[in-house]
Each structure stands twice: as structure tokens, then as C-alpha cells.
């Protein structure tokens, strides 16, 4: 018989005072046992002559000077052991804030049944005449903090509180200030997936790795770019939006891919001419390069046909062949450089692209400012699974980069900061890998370039 797995911890009504019955039974629970250990021979040998009745029928003891200091050092103690908890057990204590939490939520918004009962007076055969309320059910939820991701599932029973437990979300982000990563029912529950902490999760440049077709970014967050092609960025000036698209570049280097950079700007990327070939911010030149690059898929896709190998259903990895990736910087500020003949031309090579670039290995990334329905048209914009929105964007800007959503955007003041959504509709905070300060991207990209040669 398989045992069912384990859900985590159960959220009950009496965890609306959690932490503070944690920290007062755990003080009171380390002070009295510094008190027994101070005066156990004291507390062995009383001398009951020591000890007089008062007039009044209380007890009066002898308080030793000894007893006063004893006193003292266990509330020195005790305080210590809670700044060291606090200190080296900071998750423990924010995993019983977020359980005191998910069950005031509850107790709040009166999600639970109850029934009103006779209140006893002192005596108890007597009524008091009062009535109070007892929880007859409580919902079933479980909170479970694990590798980085926090687990809360709800019992789902068909009871007239199942639409809002059904729809959490925004109130379990802004609540437990975390990130939504996915939502899934299964067998009578629902299962929200959180990100705890979300920027302890960034990652150095040097851990952005792109192996057996995806690409890592942050510790639990990778592009899939053999599953969920072609990756879309925004951002507005000041984002990170550059520092992020050379870190894909150097990243993708570090494996056989075959790299085209477009900046019409000529500015950071257009750099990148001195150390590594097909770079071009010329109109001509970036035109010339997407109609290359369109040839280059359509011939692969003829040739994958006729090698000894291959099978329908593989893609080009299964045959050994290498990902090529167009990075085209600052997209929007081109297309309005074209006109009306050129551009059209240049949204069918693009849509052509998007639609059969994964089976061959020809991806997109495409950036912008803001990714404009008028040159993201026609399902074009559908089709760029994995999207990152960096920096401070208007509501309509996230409403175009992620279409109609709930989720509530903030911004904080951290450069490299912005929401991505990895290809399953769930938005979540996002973080750019770390760049060491003096991290020359020119030099270590040519060392790269020189080392495939």
C-alpha cells in the first residue's frame, strides 16, 4: 500500500496567534530551565525554616542575592537564544508567519463553517445566557516550504467558499509577498506554487549554463528554448536590458550556437563587431541578415529530411546539428525605419520564423521598449514563449508583453529586476544574473569567438 504524500503542515484556526505563542512558550520554556539549572541545589535543599506564612495565608520566601543574579543572567539568556534563532533560523520563523497568516485569512474572511452554542457561566450546570461560536469546519489547507518554493494546497469539496479558494493568487503574492510559479489541480486539490524569497535566487553570470537545450537564469528558472522557443524582452532604458542581452550572448557562446546580432541603434551591441562576426546595424545590412538567416531555416528544415538518422518528431539536436539565435536589439526602432514594402516583408520572414524555427534550431530574441501590437502582429507575438519585462514598464506595456492578466506589478528600485513569464501563462519576479563589477564583456567574448576558431 503506497502512502499518501505528505501535503505539509495543516493550517488550523488556532494559528492565528502562532508566532507569538512559539516565542512566549519557547522563552518561558529556556528561562525556566536556566532557573532549575542555576538553583537546583537550592531547589533540593529548601529549608522550609526559610520559609514563613504570612497573616494572609501566602508563602514568603528569602530571596538570595544569588537568586536575583540567576534571575537576570536567564533573561540575558533567553534573549540571546532568540536573536541566535532569529539570526541562523530566519526561514523557520517566516514559515510560522505565513501559516499565522493563510489562517487568519481564513478566520477573516469567514471561510469556515461555524454554529453558535450556550456559553457556561462559572458554574457549569448553569447557563449564562451568552452564546459563542464554535468552528464546525475548518478548510483543509497545507503549507509546505521546500527547495526554494513554498507548496500551499486546498482541499477543493464543492462548499460555497470553493471560487475564492480557487482563485488565491493575488491575495497568497501580496500577503506572503512572494511570486506565483505555478497553479495545478489534482485529485480534490489545488496547489499554488510560490517562489520564497525570489532575489536569493539570482545567479552570478558565471552560473548561466545552456545545456541540453535550455538555458538557466535563475536558480529555478530556465529557458527552454528546444521545448518553447524564441524569448522576447522589454525594457526601457536604465532596466538592464542590454547587461542581459549580452549575458545570453556570452552564455550561448559557451556552446556550438551560431549567433546573429542586430542593433539598429549601433549602440552597446554594435560593440560586439570588434571581437565576434554577423554583427550589423545597418538597415541594409540587418535586412540582408534576416533574409539569411529565413534561407538558412527553410534549407535546414529540406536537409534534416534527407540525413542518415533522421526521424519524424526529432528536432535538430537529435541529429547533431548546432541552435542558431538572432538577437535583434531594439526591434520596434527598426521596423519604423522601413517603409511600408520593406516592412511587410520583413513581418512574413519573421512569422515564418517563429512558426518553424524550433524543429530546425533557429531561434528568435527579440527586445524592445515596448513590444507594439503594430509590429508584433498576426500571432507573431503568440508565438515568443518565453518573455521578460525589465525595469519600469505602464500597465499598458505589461498588458502588451503579457496580455490581460490579474497579477499586480510593483516596482522596486533594483537594476535587473522585472517579471518573466517561462511559457506556462504564470508570471513571476525575475532577476537578470549578477555582473561583477569590472566584468568586461568585450574581452570575455572574444576570448570565446577565438576559442571555437
Known amino acids: 500500500m503506497q502512502l499518501s504524500k505528505y501535503k505539509g503542515k495543516r493550517i488550523r484556526a488556532s494559528d492565528k496567534s502562532l508566532v507569538f505563542n512559539f516565542v512566549a512558550s519557547t522563552l518561558i520554556a529556556i528561562f525556566s530551565t536556566m532557573i532549575l539549572l542555576l538553583n537546583v541545589k537550592q531547589v533540593l535543599n529548601i529549608n522550609l525554616k526559610n520559609v514563613s506564612v504570612l497573616k494572609s495565608g501566602t508563602l514568603q520566601f528569602n530571596i538570595t542575592p544569588y537568586f536575583v543574579f540567576s534571575m537576570i543572567f536567564a533573561v540575558v539568556v533567553s534573549l540571546l537564544s532568540a536573536w541566535l534563532y532569529y539570526h541562523f533560523h530566519y526561514d523557520r520563523i517566516k514559515q510560522l508567519i505565513h501559516r499565522q497568516k493563510l489562517a487568519r485569512m481564513i478566520l477573516e474572511n469567514k471561510w469556515y463553517e461555524a454554529e453558535q452554542v450556550q456559553s457556561n457561566s462559572f458554574f457549569k450546570d448553569i447557563s449564562s445566557g451568552k452564546t459563542k461560536e464554535r468552528i464546525t469546519h475548518f478548510p483543509k489547507m497545507y503549507y509546505k ?5 513554498i507548496h500551499i494546497q486546498v482541499e477543493i469539496i464543492l462548499g460555497k467558499y470553493q471560487d475564492q479558494l480557487l482563485h488565491l493568487e493575488k491575495k497568497l503574492e501580496s500577503g506572503l509577498y512572494c511570486e506565483l510559479t505555478d497553479k495545478e489541480l489534482k485529485d480534490s486539490y489545488v496547489e499554488y506554487t510560490l517562489l520564497y524569497d525570489t532575489i536569493a535566487n539570482r545567479i552570478s553570470i558565471e552560473d548561466v549554463q545552456a545545456e541540453h537545450g535550455k538555458l538557466r537564469l ?5 529557458w527552454e528554448y528546444d521545448k518553447l522557443p524564441h524569448m522576447l524582452i522589454a525594457g526601457g532604458t536604465g532596466g538592464g536590458k542590454s547587461y542581459f542581452i549580452l549575458t545570453l550572448v556570452e552564455a550561448l557562446l559557451n556552446t556550438n550556437s551560431i549567433l546573429y546580432v542586430l542593433d539598429p541603434k549601433n549602440a552597446d551591441l554594435a560593440d560586439l563587431e570588434a571581437v565576434m562576426p554577423n554583427v550589423y546595424y545597418k538597415k541594409d545590412d540587418m535586412i540582408a541578415c534576416i533574409d539569411n ?17 533522421y526521424k519524424t518528431g526529432e528536432n535538430y539536436a537529435y541529429l547533431g546539428l548546432s541552435a542558431n539565435f538572432l538577437i535583434f536589439d531594439e526591434y520596434v526602432a527598426f521596423m519604423e525605419m522601413l517603409g511600408s514594402k520593406e516592412s511587410t516583408a520583413v513581418l512574413n520572414k519573421l512569422k515564418q520564423l517563429v512558426m518553424l524555427g524550433r524543429q530546425s534550431g533557429y531561434f528568435l530574441i527579440l527586445a524592445c521598449q515596448r513590444p507594439d501590437a503594430k509590429y508584433l502582429g498576426d500571432g507573431i507575438r503568440d508565438q515568443f514563449n518565453f518573455r521578460v519585462a525589465l525595469g519600469r514598464m505602464s500597465e499598458m506595456g505589461y498588458g502588451m508583453m503579457f496580455g490581460e492578466t490579474d497579477k499586480d506589478f510593483f516596482l522596486k528600485q533594483i537594476k535587473g529586476r522585472g517579471y518573466v513569464d517561462t511559457g506556462t501563462s504564470v508570471i513571476s519576479e525575475f532577476y537578470t544574473p549578477l555582473v561583477p563589477k569590472g566584468h568586461n564583456f568585450l574581452n570575455e567574448i572574444d576570448k570565446l569567438v577565438v576559442k571555437t576558431d
Request: hydrophobic content about 35%; aromatic content about 12%.
Open 145 to 149: 516550504l521546500k527547495n526554494g518554493l
Open 218 to 222: 535563475m536558480k529555478n528558472i530556465y
Open 293 to 309: 538567416f529565413y534561407d538558412g531555416m527553410m534549407k535546414r528544415n529540406e536537409d534534416m529530411k534527407q540525413m542518415e538518422g
